[in-house]
C-alpha cells in the first residue's frame, strides 16, 4: 500500500491485527500523552519493520506511524506470517533479532534522558542513526526529529549543533548532517 507524507499508518490506541514492512519511504513512530504533545520514538527507514510489539501481545498500540515521505508498506497479517515463517523458518529468528534491537533502542533513549546532558544525547542519537555514504557519514534527521527523539526542542538541536559544528564535529546540510569526527561524538558520551 502507498502512503503519502504526512499520511498516518496507524494510531496510538488501536488493536494491532497486523504489522508492517516499510519496502520503501521513512516513518515516524512517535507517541503523544494525553495533553497532545508528541514524542519520536524511531524514524523508521526502508528495510524496518513497525507496529509489530501490538501484532504479538495483542494488546493496543503505544505509539502511532506516519509516513514523513511518500512511503511503500508491505501489510502483514497473521496468516500471511505463518505462511511465509513456513516457507522461511530463519524469518522467525530475524523477527526476534528486530524486537531485541527495538528494546535495546528504547532502553538506550531510556537511559539517555535520564542520565545524559542534552549535547551528549543528540550525539548519541547521530551516531545511532548514522549511514555512509560514498566514505562519507550522514545522519538522514531533521532538527525537530532529533529534538523530539532527544526530549528537547528544536532550537536547542540548532544550537548544540552549531556548537558541534564550530568544534569540527559535524557539517550540516540541507535534511542532512554529515558527521565530520565520530571520535569527538563518542567522546561526549564518555564523559
Known amino acids: 500500500k502507498k502512503y503519502e507524507k504526512g499520511q498516518i499508518i496507524y494510531h496510538q490506541g488501536d488493536l494491532g491485527d497486523n504489522f508492517y514492512y516499510l519496502k520503501k ?3 515516524s513512530v512517535f507517541m503523544t500523552s494525553s495533553d497532545g504533545i508528541e514524542k519520536t520514538l524511531n524514524t523508521a527507514s526502508s528495510g524496518e519493520i513497525l507496529g509489530e510489539a501490538a501484532f504479538f501481545d ?3 498500540r503505544v505509539s502511532s506511524a506516519k509516513a514523513i515521505e511518500d512511503s511503500e508498506i508491505v501489510i502483514i497479517d497473521k496468516n ?3 505462511e511465509l515463517i513456513r516457507k522461511y523458518p530463519n524469518l522467525a529468528m530475524e523477527l526476534l533479532e528486530t524486537q531485541a ?3 535495546r533502542l528504547l532502553s538506550s533513549q531510556i537511559d539517555s534522558m535520564a542520565f545524559l546532558q ?3 544525547r543528540i550525539a548519541q ?3 545511532q542513526y548514522k549511514t555512509v555514504q560514498k566514505s ?3 545522519v538522514h534527521l531533521t532538527h525537530e526529529e532529533i529534538g523530539s527523539m532527544a526530549g528537547v526542542t528544536r532550537v536547542t538541536v540548532s544550537k548544540i549543533l552549531n556548537t558541534f559544528v564550530k568544534k569540527g564535529i559535524v557539517k550540516t546540510q540541507y535534511r542532512q548532517i554529515e558527521i565530520l569526527n565520530q571520535a569527538l561524538l563518542e567522546e561526549l558520551l564518555a564523559e
Open 25 to 27: 519511504g521513512k516513518v
Open 58 to 60: 495483542k494488546l493496543p
Open 80 to 82: 500471511r506470517l505463518i
Open 101 to 103: 534491537k527495538r528494546i
Open 118 to 120: 542534552a549535547d551528549a
Open 125 to 127: 542519537l547521530l551516531l
Open 136 to 138: 562519507k557519514i550522514y
